[in-house]
């Protein structure tokens, strides 16, 4: 197919067969990635085998090593498996990359501090080559979506932690991607910024019908915005249970005191424990 | 206004500490001529003179104090000596006058400026390379460093010989032993500019599928520029000291570098000191016009104040 020999270990399946109504988005079937490392091999991913369809929100939670950041970065190109196959948009997730299949939100903003908002969040149209007038269109709609309408002419230095990260999402989401997918976005933040920016999440993927992928170290988080939540548990990092969440789409704060988010909550709670047992 | 204070009596302590240093260094040269002019002086000769302490001299003679910061060839010339060299050489004379120091601190800025652009340019070239090409930066890089392990008032004489040898002469070749000295700065500062950028920002433009080119222009040079400008003042001021060292081995009739040799041939040393203050000077006026543009282009950058 081409000369990166890499890719062929992860060729894509024919999504052809998969029995589930949506689309499958994300496909990855026993996954193996071990890194080469002066203390040896670290065996970051063992046999991970998951399915995402079109429209999901899947939380990746986990104590540190547990591999879910590996695995999103996999999804993202930005690593390569060792084993197994994984498919993004039924391409391998490097023809996926090249296609912009995907916006990712690192767990610093990383606003390039001499662009203003509003040139940041062009950065990814200038460098896909859209016009002068569609950048401000998309611009003006992206800041509207996460909020920031009116912060477009402001550096970043000049905004909040939790505003730096909104509009670092806004950039992930100007080209439009199918996919988002989230490392910790809100790690750095605290609790008070971090519920107010779940709820807006949550709101931008009920209008955007994106797929999402979110790692998240937080049960809370994982649990009030996930559709699917995988538990993840470390050395060799692996997929120790995936919980459907039963919870309705429409989701106001206070549904995490209902007993069924608490219910979902323990089960994650569980897994992450038995998961940690093992060492 | 408090920190008015504190450089004013720092500069005041430089200058008290300069004319008190002017007496034991003149003593003897005063006392000479005292002597040569009838005046009693303890010891009375020259001879016996010679091996005593210069601060006995002076607490045995102090009549002849006042003389140590009037004297027409002093060893040390007192701070308004210098300075008064520096009023007459530069405001009293005209620009065009071989004595005018203008006349030659604009001869070596000239190839200062030249040199440093030279400098400059190479020095980003190579480091852009650098960045870019791991076999540059296995090769060029050793070679750069050892290049400033040579000292360069080794090297500016064999520089000029060989250029001399083909038929290079005037401004380029000081220019080349100036760009010799403000490459490298350069060619650090601007490897590590353009380094500064985190994996994640890296990996940002990854998922966006960036080519190399987008991703120096919209990342690696606008983040290597604080770097750059830190460089660039450190090159100016390396410029101009290859600028004058270039005009002392070729015997050069004007320039800075010229004056200075030309007045330690005649012991003329407050030509010396005016000229090495004309020097100072204007590599302060260079740092400062560039720490200027720095402040402009990182302003425009959005850098915080």
Same mark, same amino acid.
């Given at each position: ?279 | ?14 200058? /008290? ?7 034991? $260094? ?100 190579? /480091? ?9 930066? $296995? ?14 008032? /080794? ?127 204007? /590599? ?22």
């Amino acid at each position: 197919m081409n000369m990166e020999t890499t890719t062929q270990a992860i060729r894509p399946e024919a999504a052809a067969s998969d029995p589930a109504s949506a689309e499958t988005v994300i496909k990855a079937r026993n996954l193996d990635l071990t890194f080469q490392t002066n203390d040896g091999p670290v065996h970051a991913l063992k046999d991970v085998s998951l399915e995402v369809h079109k429209g999901e929100f899947v939380s990746f939670i986990g104590p540190s090593g547990c591999g879910k950041t590996t695995f999103l970065r996999c999804i993202a190109a930005l690593e390569t498996p060792t084993g197994g196959s994984l498919s993004v948009n039924g391409m391998t997730p490097d023809e996926a990359r090249r296609n912009r299949a995907y916006g990712y939100v690192f767990q610093a903003a990383g606003l390039y501090p001499w662009r203003t908002i509003s040139k940041n969040i062009k950065l990814p149209l200038e460098i896909m080559g859209y016009s002068k007038a569609e950048q401000e269109k998309r611009v003006s709609q992206v800041l509207e979506l996460v909020e920031l309408s009116g912060f477009g002419g402001k550096f970043p230095w000049q905004l909040s932690g939790g505003m730096q990260q909104r509009a670092s999402i806004a950039r992930a989401l100007a080209f439009d991607a199918d996919i988002l997918l989230m490392d910790e976005p809100f790690g750095a933040l605290d609790e008070i910024v971090r519920d107010h920016l779940n709820e807006q999440l949550l709101k931008l993927w009920a209008r955007t019908n994106k797929t999402i992928g979110f790692v998240t170290h937080s049960i809370p988080e994982a649990v009030y915005l996930s559709t699917k939540i995988v538990v993840m548990s470390p050395r060799p990092g692996r997929i120790h249970d995936v919980i459907d969440s039963t919870l309705p789409k429409e989701r106001p704060l206070d549904i995490r005191d209902s007993p069924e988010f608490i219910e979902i909550a323990h089960r994650v709670r569980e897994g992450l424990r038995a998961g940690h047992g093992d060492d | 206004m408090k920190s008015l204070v504190a450089v004013l009596t720092v500069l005041a302590a430089i200058i /008290a500490f300069w004319y008190a240093a002017c007496v034991p $260094m003149n003593i003897k040269g005063v006392l000479d001529a005292a002597e040569r002019a009838g005046v009693e002086v303890t010891p009375a000769t020259a001879k016996e003179r010679r091996d005593r302490s210069e601060f006995g001299l002076v607490a045995k003679n102090s009549f002849a104090i006042n003389d140590t910061w009037v004297q027409e060839r002093p060893r040390l010339p007192a701070p308004h000596q210098v300075a008064v060299e520096l009023w007459e050489t530069t405001v009293e004379k005209k620009v065009t006058s071989k004595r005018s120091l203008i006349y030659h601190a604009q001869v070596t800025l000239s190839a200062t400026l030249l040199g440093f652009a030279i400098g400059t340019g190479l020095g980003i070239l190579l /480091a852009v390379g650098i960045v870019h090409s791991r076999v540059m930066d $296995m090769s060029v890089m050793p070679w750069a460093i050892v290049s400033q392990t040579i000292p360069i008032i /080794a090297l500016a004489p064999m520089i000029i010989v060989v250029l001399y040898s083909i038929g290079v002469q005037g401004i380029i070749p000081k220019a080349v032993i100036s760009a010799y000295l403000s490459f490298f700065p350069v060619v650090v500062g601007m490897v590590k500019g353009l380094r500064a950028p985190d994996a994640m920002q890296l990996d940002l433009l990854k998922t966006y599928n960036a080519n190399t080119n987008q991703g120096f222009w919209k990342l690696r040079l606008p983040s290597s520029m604080p770097y750059l400008f830190a460089s660039l003042k450190i090159g100016i001021a390396a410029s101009l000291v290859g600028a004058i060292v270039g005009e002392l081995p070729t015997g050069a009739v004007a320039g800075l570098g010229a004056r200075l040799l030309a007045g330690s041939y005649y012991g003329q040393t407050v030509q010396i000191w005016s000229a090495l203050f004309a020097a100072a000077i204007l /590599a302060a006026a260079l740092v400062a016009l560039l720490g200027l543009m720095e402040k402009l282009v990182l302003k425009r950058m959005g850098v915080q104040a």
